[in-house]
């Protein structure tokens, strides 16, 4: 027979997962079939609309933070995992150098455009570029390269002495015109009919100009054009979207018994600043019996402000006066996501292209196991 169907209290408490002094308990997911005699958790739609949240934190175009509610640990790293390695992004693949007199070698040179993160047109990066095939041996390369395929750039800068700099100067970029090569410097060619895309405040250009590619002395010259490719992240870091793409579980901290006077302002410098607060004991808990707060009116009590705050150093466990008194854990199914995106996609864009291309799998998924039953 089944049994009595759990309480909300107890589903509550199989959500967190407990932060002990040596070690981390109660880690298995238990929300599948079988894991609990007599309860059925088969996945139903429904339930899941019902407990599933998003809520933000932060949005900026350049940082995102926010929570991922009632999802399984599986489904959360997967978003992340997609938004490191499979949305596309433009980054330059190919350097031509025609002359390069600078104290940074060629391949090095190359790396560092190559990681350079540009923007553009949201409709032509999306649309209008397509993918870039290399051609088989033997092939002319130049049969490869299209306006909806390629983009073109070019870099020339030659360090040359400053006539109008002061006696007795010292620094270069004021003893010389073009001492230092800044992201800026590189020129954006449209062929094709990339301008109809790429014009104007749309045009492809560095996310930050003042990324410093190399240092010039008069005489030295850096003379290159470079071709850029889309790509994902899964190819090559440079085409990844973000910076950092990370997540945390909740924190949960669950003050037992009162933590009152000194104990309490030692127990808030266990905490990052902000996760403990400090509030006067009132005169009506001084006046209950068995609160803990007997005699203790306008003493300082410990509080739980903002346990999102807390990186979980476990440092209050250390210490004998707070044992006993507090519980720690992380919630399992409460993810706090931290997006960092480098500028060719909005932050919050990228986690809605993690979903649609989540969704894309499924779907192929799907039809692969129809196609293995025919």
């Known amino acids: 027979m089944p049994r009595k ?4 209290e107890e589903l509550e408490k199989r959500k967190i997962i407990s932060v002990n002094a040596e070690n981390v308990s109660d880690v298995t997911s238990t929300d599948y079939p079988g894991h609990w005699p007599g309860e059925d958790h088969a996945w139903d739609l429904d339930f ?18 926010f929570s991922l509610i009632g999802v399984d640990a599986s489904i ?6 997609i938004m ?10 190919t350097v031509f150098i025609n002359n390069n007199t600078s104290v940074i070698q060629d391949e090095v040179l190359s790396h560092r455009l190559g990681l350079i993160p540009f923007r553009g047109s ?8 397509k993918w870039w095939k290399r051609p088989a041996d033997g092939a002319d390369p130049n049969n490869s390269y299209f306006d909806y395929n390629t983009v073109k750039l070019s870099l020339h800068v030659e360090c040359t002495f400053n006539d109008d700099a002061a006696p007795g100067e010292t620094d270069p970029t004021r003893l010389y015109h073009n001492a230092h090569v800044y992201a800026r410097d590189i020129v954006y060619e449209p062929i094709g009919r990339q301008d109809r895309y790429f014009s104007g405040p749309d045009a492809i250009a560095p996310v930050h100009p003042d990324i410093l590619i190399a240092k010039l002395r008069p005489g030295q010259v850096i003379d290159l054009s470079m071709h850029m490719h889309k790509g994902v992240g899964s190819d090559h870091a440079k085409f990844s979207p973000v910076a950092t793409a990370s997540y945390r579980l909740l924190p949960t901290i669950d ?3 009162p933590i009152v006077g000194a104990d309490a302002e030692k127990f808030a410098r266990c905490f990052p600043p902000g996760v403990i607060a400090l509030e006067k004991v009132t005169r009506a808990e001084a006046a209950q019996r068995g609160t ?6 306008g003493e300082p009590k410990a509080v739980v402000r903002d346990a999102m705050r807390d990186t979980v150093s476990r440092e209050c466990l250390r210490h004998d006066e707070f044992r006993g008194k507090v519980k720690l854990g992380r919630r399992r199914d409460h993810f706090i996501y931290q997006v960092e995106s480098t500028g060719q996609w909005e932050s919050d864009a990228i986690f809605l292209e993690a979903v649609a291309h989540l969704k894309e799998k499924a779907m192929r998924l799907e039809q692969q196991v129809v196609n293995m039953v025919r």
């Open 292 to 297: 803990g707060y007997e005699g203790r009116e």
């Open 122 to 129: 949201r409709e032509g990066l999306d649309k209008f570029l």
């Open 5 to 8: 169907a759990p309480s909300q």
């Open 84 to 93: 490191i390695a499979d949305i596309p992004t433009l980054a330059v693949e």
């Open 255 to 257: 003050i037992l018994s």
């Open 48 to 65: 899941f609309r019902s407990n599933l949240r998003i809520e933000f934190h932060q949005n900026d175009p350049l940082l995102a933070s």
């Open 76 to 81: 959360a790293n997967a978003f992340r995992r």
